[in-house]
């Protein structure tokens, strides 16, 4: 063959070449399997993985089954049953196309097929060893199919040595199967684990139930059910209030046409709607199953069929806005009021209850432990009042200089008269201007964070051990984040194990929170390590910002800081604006909301038209 010839390729290098677009690694394999279960009708899957799925995956189901002429045409390129024109493929209404990801599975494995009809006495079992069919059997068996796959790229050490650890590719795995459960709540789901029992989801009708069992009692109970029909568009939700929010996006889950997708669309309609009522760099939780017509959406974009192509994306993002915002207003969140500003105070949980903050560590201002970076300098409480030699904290925060002495601090939060709580939620102060109103929840995070924040800097947070250990279950991609490092979690003032495949125990919490709910509490640090994990962030002391750290402080803060309704006994309010006092410089909380706010004698003046 002369050099730069076209040829050919051999059916064998054109399967492997379809296999690295089909098969990106184990999960991508379990995808395609339970995708194809489903589409044959199964109203039950079994679901089994070894060593992350490098060694064995097996995928059972009770669907249809194959004919055994049809289950030999199955592993062949370019053989499906679920395409028959070119109609067919604009109005795709099938999860993937039976035989599609077969042979190029095949080709980078071993691969067994064992099917049967309901109607046929025996079925047929087919052996393939890298893409050549080595064994052809009849066999006995229940209707159905059962698919194993295993020695995934053994004979392509370039695409083995790619992947990770069975740890980490479980967690994958897990996290598609969690997926599907949730957008396929008919369906009965068994998982197995290294031949252990891992997950179980049973059918259930009603999807909140579903979310139960996959995500939590926890989250589930926070969620709100929505619906809208609009035309051909229909939009069927579960959505958190404001009350409960996350550290990172992994509690939103979309699905178009019961397929789990990851669209840039729907979940921009979604967060436009919170970004109004939730704490900045805080995600609500939902699940969004968005059904319209096959052929309003194009779900071939991707090879994985990770991403659709809507023919009015502006319909689609304009329901989905409404319908959240339905959801929203419907739990009085926004009902009878403008939409929450960006600094506006949105709803909170009860919370456990409140250390009393004189007992902690008085932090000294230094340049390492400043925040007045964030300080705005359009909010005349923290901005530096003019004094006698004209200077702003503003000009000290931007040089990460903190003010050497209190006369040039704007405020002192223990030189107010204390008037009392305003709805178990505001602590009202009098100063020489006016009124000022105290967001309890916000100014008790900002000590707690700048309280973490100080302990880690300077060698470590005190930890304080439990009575009785708490177990925690854990999503696998969540439990290894969390259990990366053991050093680390000391440092943090965190003492857990691991318990069984899905849990952690917890023995010991950081001494400043040790009233709070240490559920809550890991929950919070797993998502943070997690995220940080994702964005290759470290933990690292070195440099003066440390942002990974400071976002995982800013959530322990959130979980255990006093929530709006908490009513404090005076003693308690008086130590929280002498704990103001003591911490570094800054007008909000970590999240970006307010911590105080004035309502000066101008105003109130104007009000009662004194003026």
């Known amino acids: 063959m002369r050099p730069g010839s076209v040829h050919r390729l051999p059916d064998r290098l054109v399967d492997q070449i379809a296999a690295g677009e089909v098969v990106e690694r184990p999960a991508s394999v379990v995808k395609e399997l339970v995708e194809n279960a489903v589409d044959a009708g199964a109203g039950r899957i079994r679901v089994e993985v070894r060593e992350g799925g490098t060694a064995l995956m097996a995928v059972t189901d009770d669907g249809r089954g194959m004919e055994p002429a049809d289950a030999r045409l199955a592993l062949e390129r370019h053989a499906t049953s679920k395409l028959h024109d070119f109609a067919d493929l604009q109005g795709i209404r099938s999860f993937g196309f039976r035989g599609e990801a077969l042979p190029a599975i095949a080709s980078v494995s071993r691969l067994r097929l064992r099917t049967r009809t309901p109607e046929a006495a025996e079925g047929i079992e087919l052996r393939v060893v890298r893409g050549r069919l080595e064994e052809e059997r009849a066999a006995a068996g229940p209707p159905g199919t059962r698919v194993e796959v295993a020695d995934l790229f053994e004979g392509v050490p370039a695409r083995r040595k790619f992947l990770k650890t069975a740890t980490t590719e479980w967690s994958h795995i897990s996290d598609w199967l969690g997926r599907a459960a949730l957008a396929l709540p008919g369906i009965h789901f068994d998982v197995i684990r290294d031949d252990r029992p891992a997950l179980s989801w049973p059918a259930t009708a009603d999807p909140l139930d579903r979310a139960a069992v996959v995500l939590s009692d926890e989250v589930a109970r926070a969620l709100v059910r929505v619906e809208r029909d609009h ?3 229909a939009l069927r939700a579960l959505v958190s209030g404001p009350e409960h929010h996350r550290a990172t996006g992994a509690g939103i889950h979309l699905f178009v046409n019961g397929r789990p997708v990851r669209d840039r669309l729907i979940r921009h309609a979604l967060l436009q709607i919170y970004r109004d009522v939730l704490p900045r760099g805080r995600f609500p939780s939902a699940l969004l199953f968005l059904e319209l017509a096959p052929d309003q959406v194009d779900v071939n974009v991707h090879p994985a069929k990770w991403e659709v192509r809507f023919a009015d994306p502006q319909a689609v993002h304009q329901l989905v806005r409404r319908t959240v915002r339905d959801a929203i207003e419907g739990r009085s969140y926004l009902a009878g009021r403008p939409a929450a500003g960006p600094g506006e105070r949105v709803a909170e949980s009860p919370g456990p209850a409140f250390t009393p903050l004189d007992s902690g560590p008085r932090i000294p201002g230094d340049p390492a432990t400043s925040t007045g970076e964030r300080t705005g300098a359009g909010d005349w409480l923290f901005s530096a009042r003019p004094g006698a030699d004209g200077a702003s904290d503003d ?4 040089a990460g200089i903190e003010p050497s002495d209190d006369r040039s601090r704007p405020i002192r939060f223990a030189d107010l008269r204390l008037l009392g709580q305003l709805l178990g939620t505001y602590l009202l102060a009098e100063d020489k201007e006016g009124l000022l109103l105290i967001d309890q ?11 973490l924040r100080a302990a880690w800097l300077t060698g ?11 177990v925690v279950e854990l999503e696998a991609s969540a439990l290894e984040a969390l ?10 003032g965190f003492e857990v194990e691991a318990f069984g495949d899905t849990s952690v125990a917890v023995r010991a919490v950081p001494a400043l929170l040790a009233e709070r709910d240490p559920i ?7 998502e943070e390590l997690q995220q940080a994990a994702a964005m290759g962030a470290e933990l690292e002391t070195g440099t003066r910002v440390l942002d990974a750290a400071d976002r995982l402080f800013a959530t322990l803060a959130c979980h255990s800081a006093r929530r709006a309704g908490d009513v404090l006994p005076e003693g308690e309010q008086r130590a929280l604006l002498d704990a103001l006092d003591a911490i570094p410089w800054a007008p909000t909380c970590p999240h970006g909301r307010p911590v105080a706010t004035p309502m000066g004698l101008p105003e109130i003046e104007r009000r009662f038209a004194r003026r």
């Open 395 to 398: 000009r000290h925060a931007e």
């Open 231 to 233: 035309g051909d568009l």
């Open 483 to 492: 259990l990366a490092d053991e050093e680390r979690l000391v440092r943090l």
């Open 460 to 470: 470590g947070v005190e930890r304080q051990g439990l009575l009785t250990p708490a």
């Open 520 to 526: 809550g509490l890991l929950r919070g640090l797993a």
């Open 441 to 451: 929840h916000a100014a008790h995070e900002r000590v707690l964070y700048e309280r």
